[in-house]
């Protein structure tokens, strides 16, 4: 940490200071020059620990505190050096051998300076002693700044752990996310027109040649469109039916060509949606068209939509052979239609019933929210009369 850096480099800025200060009258020539040599050889020795940061600093302390000690005995001078030295001690050494070597130094310092001019005083006994007390107590106060330095270190890089995770994890939840929406629309769109597909070819099979002509030209139109809508759906465009038309035009039209003499019926009068809604509720319709196309032998389809206040809610209804919901086909396979329908209409915070039983027919009811801005527009087309096998709307339909 920058603050625990600060603190060191101004501790050993403090032991060169007081070295240079005790060596002084030395190069002064006012005090013998025999300290010089040793002195150096401290400085030197003091400094290549530094540098070098060694793992076991005992050698490199009991060297540097040798050299003082030689110092300290050829020149009192030299006593003010101790405090540095007190703080070294605190910080390389264990506590149980850090307060005994401070009480040594500090009785060193003061046997020399009893040796000093003067004799041993009270000042110059309190003086190496409240110098030791004070580096103890500030010692204990840079152990704790430096526990909490390396606590706070620790929770930073937890943080960063946990944010590498996070992202980790959004960037997994975005491919799981996009790899959904691709499932859907291939499953709403190329899989139910390449169905349509087989069946117009299987049917063109056992027709008439003229009867067999409409088949291959419908299967032609079918494959175009498919190809259209792989195209937008891989770059997430509008949907080339709301692109030609407003969304009950669109549903009337795939309603014509999916399950051919259904009802299409318009509630309400039509307001503008996002974009995401209107997509979601084209691609249930077709989904559910075409299971009834593949699977209901129903004589009667009806799909009607309603644009209530606040809510607009989509209904499908047939009375084919119907099934027992929950239960998956008959030969194990896994199916992919109600699943992506619920997870449409659950990412709108919409709903979802689906209503059937054998021999009952199906019915499918979806509602969901319309905000407050939504603006009426005309319909592209008038709604075809509900026919008699038009089932009554399901109006506030839940999932």
């Given at each position: 940490m920058p603050s625990l850096r600060l603190v060191r480099l101004a501790v050993h800025g403090a032991?060169?200071?007081?070295?240079?200060?005790?060596?002084?009258?030395?190069?002064?020539?006012?005090?013998?020059?025999?300290?010089l040599p040793p002195a150096a050889v401290l400085a030197a020795v003091y400094g290549l620990g530094i540098v070098r940061s060694a793992r076991r600093p005992g050698p490199w302390l009991a060297a540097v505190t040798a050299l003082w000690?030689?110092?300290?005995?050829?020149?009192?001078?030299?006593?003010?050096?101790?405090?540095?030295?007190?703080?070294?001690?605190?910080?390389?050494?264990?506590?149980?051998?850090?307060?005994?070597?401070?009480?040594?130094?500090?009785?060193?310092?003061?046997?020399?300076?009893?040796?000093a001019p003067g004799g041993l005083t009270a000042a110059k006994v309190i003086g190496p002693v409240a110098g030791a007390v004070v580096a103890i107590l500030t010692g204990y106060g840079y152990a704790a700044l430096y526990r909490e330095s390396r606590r706070?270190?620790?929770?930073?890089?937890?943080l960063l752990h946990t944010r590498d995770e996070l992202a980790a994890a959004q960037r997994e939840a975005g491919r799981l996310a996009e790899r959904q929406r691709l499932a859907r629309e291939i499953h709403d769109t190329l899989a139910q027109g390449l169905s349509s597909i087989v069946l117009?070819?299987?049917?063109?099979?056992?027709?008439?040649?003229?009867?067999?002509?409409?088949?291959?030209?419908?299967?032609?139109?079918?494959?175009?469109?498919?190809?259209?809508?792989?195209?937008?759906?891989?770059?997430?465009?509008?949907?080339?039916?709301?692109?030609?038309?407003?969304?009950?035009?669109?549903?009337?039209?795939?309603?014509?060509?999916?399950?051919?003499g259904a009802v299409f019926r318009l509630d309400g009068d039509p307001c503008a949606l996002p974009m995401e809604t209107e997509v979601a509720l084209l691609r249930l319709t077709q989904e559910a068209l075409a299971n009834?196309?593949?699977?209901?032998?129903?004589?009667?389809?009806?799909?009607?939509?309603?644009?209530?206040?606040?809510?607009?809610?989509?209904?499908v209804y047939d009375d084919g052979i119907g099934f027992t919901p929950g239960d998956g086909p008959a030969d194990g396979r896994r199916t992919f239609g109600l699943h992506g329908m619920r997870e449409r209409i659950a990412a709108l915070g919409g709903t979802l019933t689906v209503e059937s039983a054998p021999g009952?027919?199906?019915?499918?009811?979806?509602?969901?929210?319309v905000g407050s801005g939504?603006?009426?527009?005309?319909?592209?087309?008038?709604?075809?009369?509900?026919?008699?096998?038009?089932?009554?709307?399901?109006?506030?339909?839940?999932?």
């Open positions: 032991f060169y200071v007081l070295l240079a200060i005790a060596a002084g009258p030395a190069l002064a020539g006012t005090a013998p020059v025999a300290v000690l030689l110092l300290l005995a050829m020149d009192h001078g030299f006593s003010y050096v101790a405090f540095p030295l007190f703080f070294l001690f605190l910080h390389a050494m264990p506590v149980r051998w850090a307060h005994p070597a401070v009480a040594a130094a500090t009785a060193a310092v003061v046997a020399a300076q009893a040796g706070r270190q620790q929770l930073i890089d937890d117009l070819a299987r049917a063109a099979e056992t027709a008439s040649p003229e009867a067999a002509r409409a088949r291959m030209r419908e299967a032609g139109r079918t494959a175009a469109d498919n190809l259209a809508e792989a195209r937008r759906f891989v770059q997430a465009l509008t949907p080339p039916a709301l692109e030609e038309a407003p969304l009950p035009e669109a549903l009337r039209r795939v309603t014509e060509r999916t399950v051919p009834v196309a593949r699977h209901a032998r129903a004589d009667h389809t009806a799909v009607t939509i309603a644009f209530l206040d606040g809510q607009v809610t989509l209904d009952e027919g199906t019915a499918i009811a979806a509602a969901v929210p939504a603006r009426p527009r005309e319909a592209a087309g008038e709604a075809a009369p509900a026919g008699p096998a038009a089932r009554p709307r399901h109006t506030g339909a839940a999932a």
